[in-house]
């Protein structure tokens, strides 16, 4: 069976937005993507209906080193298979640029 | 046949002094403007140059921002009507979540407004996205504490009322670089 995370086990209904890069450095430790982001198989990331935002700061906490370690985009995508509505996933989608931008300025400094 | 004696310019007694002072009157003037037809094409050039800036820099990068900035303004209005509603509180927290989701909307589209003024050849520095992740994460944060509130008075309507401080906060906040780089660019 494909591994996966359901983020409503780290919102517990409690909260409609996941803000802030320490919260998603905090999600990262509990769901140990240190060790996901090696697995052989597409993990899927389950986010609850009831929430509204995960903003770039969240994701970047959670994502970032998963993002540079998997090395792009495509390869992050494929191996972390969001299940979200598109209001959701552009959210992803934006968090995932902000992760490249900051690692194009970083290079081009 | 009789040979006309050559003009020999400056050479005292030759000319009158009068045609002199004609000539080298008619020298100045003509020096004088051609720096001032240089000058007057250099500062025109200046104009054309900063007026395309504006243009570009008002069209592309400011109007996003400012539709942005008002989508969330609109969002405030409403954030504000429920502060002062006299409706229940559950109610009002069911108003509020459902506001929710436009704000985060809007948020996203000044995030996406500020990001592509940091990439921008029309707008200067890359500072544009400065404070604005403290004003979302804030203004998310409040908006949970005010739906996961027990006391209508005590906990909901004092985080309505920050979320409210919060936005127009924002608004300030990214309208001032907004308007900030205007000066910078006629400066230039």
New interface residues.
């Given amino acids: 069976m494909m591994p996966q995370i359901d983020l409503a086990t780290f919102t517990e209904g409690k909260v409609r937005n996941l803000t802030g890069q320490e919260r998603g450095l905090s999600a990262r430790a509990s769901y140990g993507l240190q060790t996901l982001d090696d697995e052989a198989e597409p993990v899927t990331v389950i986010i609850p209906p009831e929430l509204d935002a995960i903003s770039t700061s969240f994701f970047q906490g959670m994502f970032a080193d998963s993002l540079r370690k998997l090395g792009s985009r495509d390869r992050f995508l494929n191996h972390y298979r969001f299940s979200a509505g598109p209001h959701l996933l552009t959210q992803i989608n934006r968090g995932i640029e902000a992760v490249e931008t900051r690692r194009q300025s970083a290079f081009s400094h | 046949m009789e040979v006309a004696e050559p003009l020999v310019v400056g050479a005292v007694g030759s000319v009158p002094f009068w045609h002199q002072i004609a000539f080298w009157a008619a020298v100045a003037s003509l020096v004088w403007n051609l720096i001032n037809t240089a000058r007057t094409e250099v500062l025109q050039h200046r104009n054309r140059t900063t007026a395309t800036r504006l243009e570009e820099y008002r069209s592309q990068v400011r109007a996003p921002i400012i539709i942005a900035l008002t989508a969330i303004s609109d969002q405030r209005l409403l954030v504000e009507a429920v502060a002062i509603s006299a409706k229940e509180v559950s109610s009002r927290k069911q108003d509020l979540?459902a506001l929710?989701?436009d704000l985060?909307?809007g948020?996203?589209k000044l995030?996406?407004a500020l990001?592509r003024a940091?990439?921008s050849r029309f707008a200067t520095g890359?500072d544009w996205l400065t404070g604005f992740?403290t004003f979302?994460?804030n203004s998310?944060?409040l908006?949970?504490r005010a739906?996961?509130s027990v006391r209508p008075d005590a906990d909901f309507a004092p985080a309505v009322q920050e979320l409210v401080r919060e936005l127009k906060g924002l608004h300030g906040h990214v309208a001032q670089r907004a308007e900030a780089e205007i000066e910078t660019i006629i400066r230039r």
């Fill in positions: 979540q929710n989701q985060v909307r948020f996203g995030e996406d990001s940091n990439a890359d992740e979302q994460n998310f944060n908006v949970d739906i996961s």
